[in-house]
């Protein structure tokens, strides 16, 4: 019995890796993600963080991209790729926990609210709703202004702010899932609550909650920048930090292009690269965009 269900497994992870290759966007946008976390973790083998001081510095202010320096320096002479680098480590982190909290209150909200149609369904939705108008930029930006500035404290503001979104998908998915048949016989033969959520329910969300993770990753990423550009940062270099910088210290007057251009193309690549990593796995795992393909 374990063999025949390992093979199935097996072959549902080659057909779902079959179909994935097909999309050569989605495959573009995972080897970029590859090496961008591999750099992020490999960053501490080669440099420290150093890099950021602006006492220890080799370089002078806003040098041009050059063979000693193929990014440039910032305002005090520190290298532009080192720093992006170094920053991947902390904007990435970011991403992957804000997104991961996200969707963990989104999930367990979505599917209570889905499950229970009573009155704890009707008031965890009220409380999805007012989440859901509230700005959430400004309501992070006055979370993590009041929490105070470090890595948990954005990766909580984040969080907190972003989980409406997924709740009210998964809810929908989780009355799709409900409203069939074996539901109403497991219930018939005594199912409990927990046995239909995390038996039934959960397994047929989670191939949507995947596809929401990357698209929530990128998000994060996003608001991570801009919240260090508008002054709620971790208090650690990140690329966000480093857009800040840039304006604080006139890059665009210096003429110090690169200073800008750089930081926003990282930005620019993580976050395009896991849209089109989450925009290939909803074309993947759900089956009506597949047959449409």
Same mark, same amino acid.
């Given at each position: 019995?374990?063999?025949? /269900?390992?093979?199935? #497994?097996?072959? *549902?992870?080659?057909?779902?890796?079959?179909?994935?290759?097909?999309?050569?966007?989605?495959?573009?946008?995972? $080897? $970029?993600?590859?090496?961008?976390?591999? %750099?992020?973790?490999?960053?501490? %083998?080669?440099?420290?963080?150093?890099?950021?001081?602006?006492?220890?510095?080799?370089?002078?202010?806003?040098?041009?991209?050059?063979?000693?320096?193929?990014?440039?320096?910032?305002?005090?002479?520190?290298?532009? %790729?080192?720093?992006?680098?170094?920053?991947?480590?902390?904007?990435? %982190?970011?991403?992957?926990?804000?997104?991961?909290?996200?969707?963990?209150?989104?999930?367990?909200?979505?599917? /209570?609210?889905?499950?229970?149609?009573?009155?704890?369904?009707?008031?965890?939705?009220? &409380?999805?709703?007012?989440?859901? &108008?509230?700005?959430?930029?400004?309501? !992070?930006? $006055?979370?993590?202004a009041i929490l105070g500035g470090s890595t948990f404290t954005i990766i909580m /503001?984040?969080?907190?702010?972003?989980?409406?979104?997924?709740?009210?998908?998964?809810? *929908?998915?989780?009355?799709?899932?409900?409203?069939?048949?074996?539901?109403?016989?497991?219930?018939?033969?005594?199912?409990?609550?927990?046995?239909?959520?995390?038996?039934?329910?959960?397994?047929?969300?989670?191939?949507l909650l995947l596809a929401s993770t990357t698209l929530? $990753?990128?998000?994060?990423?996003?608001?991570?920048?801009?919240? *260090?550009?508008?002054?709620?940062?971790?208090?650690?270099?990140?690329?966000?930090?480093?857009?800040?910088?840039?304006?604080?210290?006139?890059?665009?007057?210096?003429? !110090?292009?690169?200073?800008?251009?750089?930081?926003?193309?990282?930005?620019?690549?993580?976050?395009?690269?896991?849209?089109?990593?989450?925009? *290939?796995?909803?074309?993947?795992?759900?089956?009506?965009?597949? #047959? /449409?393909?």
């Amino acid at each position: 019995m374990t063999s025949v /269900a390992t093979t199935r #497994r097996r072959q *549902a992870l080659s057909r779902f890796w079959a179909d994935f290759r097909s999309h050569r966007a989605g495959v573009a946008g995972v $080897v $970029v993600l590859v090496v961008a976390v591999v %750099l992020a973790l490999v960053a501490p %083998l080669f440099i420290d963080e150093s890099v950021t001081s602006v006492i220890d510095t080799t370089g002078d202010d806003f040098d041009a991209p050059s063979l000693a320096f193929p990014f440039g320096t910032d305002e005090s002479g520190r290298s532009i %790729l080192l720093m992006v680098w170094w920053g991947s480590r902390t904007s990435l %982190l970011i991403g992957f926990l804000a997104a991961l909290l996200s969707i963990v209150i989104g999930m367990v909200v979505g599917i /209570a609210a889905g499950h229970f149609r009573g009155w704890l369904g009707a008031v965890l939705m009220r &409380v999805t709703d007012w989440f859901l &108008v509230l700005p959430s930029l400004v309501t !992070a930006l $006055v979370l993590a202004a009041i929490l105070g500035g470090s890595t948990f404290t954005i990766i909580m /503001a984040i969080g907190i702010t972003t989980w409406p979104s997924t709740a009210r998908l998964i809810r *929908a998915q989780t009355l799709a899932v409900e409203s069939r048949p074996y539901i109403e016989r497991s219930k018939a033969l005594g199912a409990g609550h927990w046995h239909i959520t995390t038996r039934h329910v959960l397994p047929n969300v989670a191939p949507l909650l995947l596809a929401s993770t990357t698209l929530e $990753v990128a998000s994060a990423i996003v608001t991570e920048s801009t919240l *260090a550009f508008l002054g709620a940062s971790a208090n650690k270099t990140s690329w966000g930090t480093m857009l800040r910088g840039s304006y604080d210290f006139g890059a665009a007057n210096e003429g !110090a292009w690169w200073y800008i251009l750089i930081p926003g193309l990282a930005i620019l690549a993580v976050v395009m690269a896991f849209t089109l990593v989450g925009r *290939a796995l909803e074309a993947v795992l759900n089956p009506r965009l597949r #047959r /449409a393909a």
